[in-house]
């Protein structure tokens, strides 16, 4: 059964800092996603990686795949308190799209 | 706005109740997916549909059902609704072309009392 776990679960970080969070799962997979949740919202798909050694970057974040070592990190550079929100992980193990398994999700809140 | 629409946005029942869920996928989308977020489980897949077939099962109690019709809108069956059944429900649609994304709808949030 493919699990995918992250951490940490909880950030709490201040205004200007960086922080990684990590997302390590269990079975061979060449297609992971990084979603954004606001509270009572929907995901917003943020990147997806489809090979081994992707970077993706959009404005304070990036997002990396090491395929062989099976984890995802999500880098956050010079937060500001926009980014406060749920994120999560999520694995598809499938050849053309199927069901993601998802990690537990990280809380990160941005104090001023 | 990801395309991926779902009716109700909210949803109050009571404890053996019986609703559906109903989900229009992006245009040009056939897959249609269904998910369960609560606090205990996380976020859980419950089903998918290709083009009106069941093509995948996941953690979805036998009390729920679900179909997808012919102009690809999704409908999901809860019945003998109990407390623990309260979640928002999501939608999400995948693309026919690489890299295959989901696109998940706004949700219902389904509460039993």
């Known amino acids: 059964e493919l699990k995918v776990e992250q951490n940490p679960l909880f950030l709490s970080m201040q205004e200007g800092k960086n922080y990684t969070i990590y997302c390590n799962y269990s079975?061979?997979?060449?297609?992971l996603y990084w979603y954004r949740q606001d509270p009572g919202k929907s995901l917003e798909s943020l990147f997806v990686l489809l090979s081994n050694g992707a970077v993706k970057q959009e404005g304070r974040l990036m997002a990396s795949l090491d395929t062989k070592a099976r984890l995802s990190t999500l880098h956050i550079t010079a937060a500001v308190h926009d980014l406060s929100a749920t994120y999560f992980c999520?694995?598809?193990?499938?050849?053309?799209?199927?069901?993601?398994?998802f990690g537990e999700g990280t809380q990160l809140t941005v104090n001023p | 706005d990801s395309g991926v629409t779902q009716t109700p946005k909210h949803l109050i029942t009571a404890t053996g109740q019986r609703v559906t869920l109903r989900c229009s996928p992006r245009?040009?989308?056939?897959?249609v997916y269904w998910y369960q977020q609560s606090l205990d489980q996380g976020l859980q897949f419950l089903i998918q549909y290709y083009n009106g077939e069941e093509r995948a099962k996941g953690n979805i109690l036998e009390r729920f059902s679900a179909q997808q019709f012919p102009d690809l809108h999704s409908e999901l069956n809860l019945s003998s609704l109990e407390l623990g059944d309260s979640a928002l429900y999501f939608c999400?649609?995948?693309?026919?072309?690489?890299?295959?994304?989901?696109?998940f709808g706004p949700g219902t949030r389904l509460t039993v009392t």
């Open positions: 245009s040009g989308d056939l897959s």
């Open positions: 079975t061979t997979s060449d297609r």
């Open positions: 999520a694995v598809d193990i499938g050849s053309s799209g199927s069901r993601l398994t």
């Open positions: 999400a649609s995948t693309s026919r072309d690489p890299p295959y994304e989901q696109y």
